[in-house]
């Protein structure tokens, strides 16, 4: 019996995320085939949650390093049977869900808030050379009041999907006040990283398009991913 849909992050949101984890784990620009977001959507449908993904494919990486293993892992199936395992474990109590293992320290919204907040903050009085320095300031001040505002004590699965959100207008419209010259390097830098897209549905490649321009925008200027996952 799967899980419902109820308090999972939208198919975009949670094909992002995990997308995500995948590439900064893989440490090299990564694009997920269709074939691995037809599993990412079979992952959801079948209500597992976003967090249980991320730390199963994190987990699936570290022992890879630890091996000592040489190569590139080229799609995320590499991963698969650590998501089922660990999802099977959590339903079964074995795993705190959510939580990594019962001796690993859970992720506190508070506090990694918090510290995202800071960084922001602290960000916006650098110099920037692809957008004036005061709309730089007001939209990080007009989303570091955004997570400020957020409930400490609310349930990761929504605060991760409203970060994601926060995140999607910040780039948005940090993007839209870039120069002329530095929007025409994300648009080509972005171009070049989706590649050929031939046999992939249309959803699919905006997805990627917007997940690229995301991470172009926050490379650009140093910002950090706003996410509960993270150091």
Request: proline share 4%; net charge neutral; charged share 35%.
């Amino acid at each position: 019996m799967t899980r419902p849909l109820d308090g999972l992050p939208g198919e975009s949101e949670y094909a992002t995320l995990i997308e995500e984890t995948f590439i900064a784990e893989r440490g090299t620009p990564f694009l997920l085939s269709s074939k691995d977001w037809q599993l990412i959507r079979t992952w959801r449908e079948s209500g597992i949650p976003t967090d249980t993904v991320v730390r199963a494919v994190r987990e699936t990486f570290e022992k890879r390093r630890a091996r000592g293993a040489a190569g590139k892992i080229n799609s995320i199936s590499y991963c698969a049977a650590a998501v089922e395992e660990r999802w099977e474990m959590e339903r079964r109590g074995l795993v705190g869900q959510g939580e990594g293992r019962r001796d690993e320290k859970p992720v506190e919204i508070g506090p990694r808030l918090g510290a995202l907040s800071a960084a922001l903050r602290e960000l916006a009085e650098r110099e920037a050379t692809a957008v004036a320095p005061e709309v730089l300031r007001r939209e990080i001040e007009r989303v570091a009041a955004k997570l400020d505002a957020l409930p400490r004590e609310g349930s990761f699965e929504e605060t991760e999907e409203k970060l994601f959100r926060i995140e999607a207008s910040l780039a948005r419209k940090l993007l839209a006040a870039f120069d002329a010259s530095s929007a025409a390097a994300v648009e080509a830098s972005v171009a070049g990283a989706l590649g050929e897209t031939d046999g992939v549905s249309p959803e699919v490649v905006e997805r990627m398009r917007k997940a690229l321009t995301r991470r172009e925008v926050r490379r650009r200027l140093g910002l950090p991913a706003i996410t509960l996952f993270g150091a």
